[in-house]
């Protein structure tokens, strides 16, 4: 469940609570025994299955980007330290091998279980899979190119950039630049020199 909703139990269990006030689900007789204490079976109510119907016509869930963290990173990422960069990179692609071989063994036993490629769950583990296929793709790309990185030659005309109203002058585009792998030693020496 974790890869498909960023859920944690104590939110499930509220979630279950809520819905059952508003008479979207109801408790259940069950034959199967109990695995704890608290364990309590729901089947949804009519009204429970019309709420969802009407939910899932929404646009929110077809019409929308996911922002992932890593592109938050990249772009406040050339005021790394020296070596951060290509060591974060590092880190992203072990994490992304990590998933791919989950998703992957994950895959699998769904296909067992269900028997066809014809299922939601098969769809969604596929899509899984090739997005990290595609990050694994283009990070190998940016790790080839890191050692070229430079700052923008013309600033200016990315719209709405905090950089393009100060970049007009050579001594803001200076201002600027990345930092240089040694630019935090030199910075040190000339306030040790102050």
């Not at 508003?22 to 364990?39: C, F, N």
């Not at 109510?45 to 009407?54: C, H, N, P, S, Y």
């Not at 028997?115 to 940016?142: C, F, N, S």
Request: proline share 7%; with cysteine.
């Amino acid at each position: 469940m974790r890869d498909w909703a960023g859920v944690s139990p104590p939110q499930v269990y509220y979630s279950l609570d809520k819905l059952a006030r508003l008479r979207l689900i109801q408790t259940k007789e069950s034959d199967e025994p109990a695995a704890g204490p608290d364990r309590r079976v729901f089947a949804t109510t009519a009204e429970g299955r019309t709420a969802l119907a009407d939910a899932l016509e929404r646009d929110h869930w077809t019409c929308g980007r996911d922002r992932p963290p890593l592109l938050t990173w990249m772009a406040l990422s050339w005021r790394a330290r020296p070596g951060v960069f290509e060591a974060q990179l590092r880190r992203r692609r072990a994490f992304l091998t990590r998933e791919l071989a989950r998703g992957r063994a994950t895959l699998r036993g769904v296909r067992a279980e269900v028997g066809h490629p014809y299922h939601e769950a098969v769809w969604m583990l596929t899509l899984m899979i090739d997005q990290l296929t595609a990050e694994l793709r283009w990070l190998k790309g940016v790790e080839r190119q890191a050692n070229r990185r430079a700052p923008a030659r013309r600033p200016k005309f990315v719209t709405g950039s905090p950089q393009s109203a100060r970049a007009r002058t050579p001594r803001a585009r200076l201002r600027d630049r990345a930092p240089s792998p040694d630019s935090h030693r030199v910075q040190a020496a000339s306030e040790r020199a102050e």
